[in-house]
């Protein structure tokens, strides 16, 4: 620190450099690990600015501790004035039933498709293949991948049609 005062800039950023692992396992022990990185940064930011106030003729290790110590009590009260709130026992929670549902449905009606039909829809309609790329996946010419989708579309229109009649 004595160096960094007397302008040897290799020296400031060595000291900064060598501080953080000292300041981690400092700060690791008493905050939550989430407020201990910031807390580092508090710290080296203090020395950065107090640095002229540091008297090279005393110890490093206590006036470092000392800011370390205040910048600690810094984030406990921090923690104290956090509004946390009790959970209300009526969390809503997202429905996903219809979207399971019709999943399942589809999945069930993708299997009553023949198998080369129910592939190239799932590729191309479903994960978004481009028609080569689903050619090239299943070893299919792009004709027949179009002819495939097509013809399976249509079936799963009859599919449903009839299921929708049977109610």
């Given amino acids: 620190m004595a160096a960094a005062q007397a302008g040897d800039a290799n020296a400031y950023r060595t000291l900064l450099t060598e501080l953080i692992p000292w300041l981690r396992r400092y700060f690791v022990r008493r905050l939550p690990s989430a407020m201990s990185e910031d807390a580092v940064q508090d710290v080296l930011m203090a020395v950065h600015e107090k640095r002229h106030t540091y008297d090279p003729s005393r110890p490093f290790g206590p006036w470092l501790a000392a800011i370390a110590r205040y ?97």
């Fill in 71 to 167: 910048k600690w009590i810094d984030r406990l009260r921090a923690l104290s004035v956090e509004a946390t709130e009790p959970l209300d026992d009526n969390l809503s929670v997202p429905d996903h039933e219809e979207a399971v549902v019709a999943g399942s449905t589809f999945h069930d009606l993708l299997a009553r498709l023949k198998p080369a039909q129910a592939e190239a829809i799932r590729l191309v309609k479903v994960e978004g293949y481009s028609v080569e790329e689903a050619s090239q996946a299943t070893g299919q010419s792009v004709s027949l991948i179009k002819v495939n989708i097509h013809r399976g579309i249509k079936r799963l229109t009859s599919l449903v049609l009839k299921a929708g009649d049977a109610k």
